[in-house]
């Protein structure tokens, strides 16, 4: 069975550095959601990781660092990602940044790009953990591929049940619940968002000109990775993607007979309501742990009530599109 560890229990804490440090999975609490994590320095490590969620060799990890000084010491930024880093680590920004010559970090991290996508998360044990073992961590999304990110240790448990090689660090509810914003600010002239996550588009226009992936769609030259099925830009970026396993359809304001109904800002009929008060940001952090309960619940389907496209909401809309996109018989479904 897949363990639940104690972050308070000394020897629970020693456990999961000394599977770490072996080479095996751990699944560790972050302020955005639980990542599935192995040293990032060992290929084999890597690739199980890989292997286990079922995931594409051509999308990318992202590498967890204990502190932004780390992370300087180990890549040469230009002056806009340092001012990015310093402003928002420790926090949900990942920068995508050049791999310097000779890192020590696998190569399969990055599906052998010359770049790497690199944070420092705001959880105290994570960061902890990271320094002791010191190696920074490759850490995706602690649920199999394509489904929906885990904001919880149950959730965890629920996509990995009888897996005898994981460990969950236990660090209860993840505070924000969705999953960092991905930058590419290697040309600050243009920082390009990759993902769009909790640090959204308004919160960067104050380190320069922003393009978002709808943007790149338009201007497939400013982008450092040809979108073919084999390198996109950022492959989270998949269209289908972060899906519970029932359809799921957007923007409905009257549900179908036996579809389950995610309000938004006090929708009548709602199974639950994302935000009564219509608060994007409860919301965002309400989305996973809702679509999980719903799926678990006996209806054919999940219904979500629209969202308005600004701010978080434009993060939300993004996830929910992809979560729509992973089931194409909901096309037939109708309100
Ligand atoms: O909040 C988060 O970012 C969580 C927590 C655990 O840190 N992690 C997470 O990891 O969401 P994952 O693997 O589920 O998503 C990583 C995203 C993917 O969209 C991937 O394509 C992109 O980062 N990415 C990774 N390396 C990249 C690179 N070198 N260039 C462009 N995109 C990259
Ligand atoms: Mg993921």
Known sequence: MTQKMNIHNPQHRELMIEQILKGHMVALPTETVYGLAVR???DQAVMNLFKKKGRPSFNPLIVHYASWEDVAATFAMNSCEENLARHFWPGPL????????????????????????VRVPDHDFTRSLIRDIGCPLAMPSANRSGRLSPTSPEHVLADFPHDGTILIADGGACTLGLESTVVDARN?????LLRPGIITKEDLKPWGNISSSSDLKNNKSSSHLAKTPSSPSSPGCLTSHYAPSRPLRMNVTTPL???????????PLATRDLSP?????????????DLHLLDREPFTSIAVAPIPNQGLGITINDRLARAASSHPTNQ???S
Request: hydrophobic fraction near 35%; charged fraction near 15%; charge should be negative.
């Open 257 to 267: 007979t036996h579809e389950a109904f995610l309000g938004f800002s006090g929708s």
């Open 332 to 334: 037939n479904l109708s």
């Open 277 to 289: 008060q219509g608060c994007l940001r409860e919301a965002s952090k309400n989305l996973y742990h």
């Open 40 to 42: 990032a320095d060992d």
């Open 188 to 192: 600050p002239q243009q920082i390009s």
């Open 94 to 117: 990942t920068l995508v940044l050049d791999r310097p010559p000779d890192l020590y970090i696998a190569s399969c991290v990055s599906a052998n790009l010359p770049t790497l996508a």
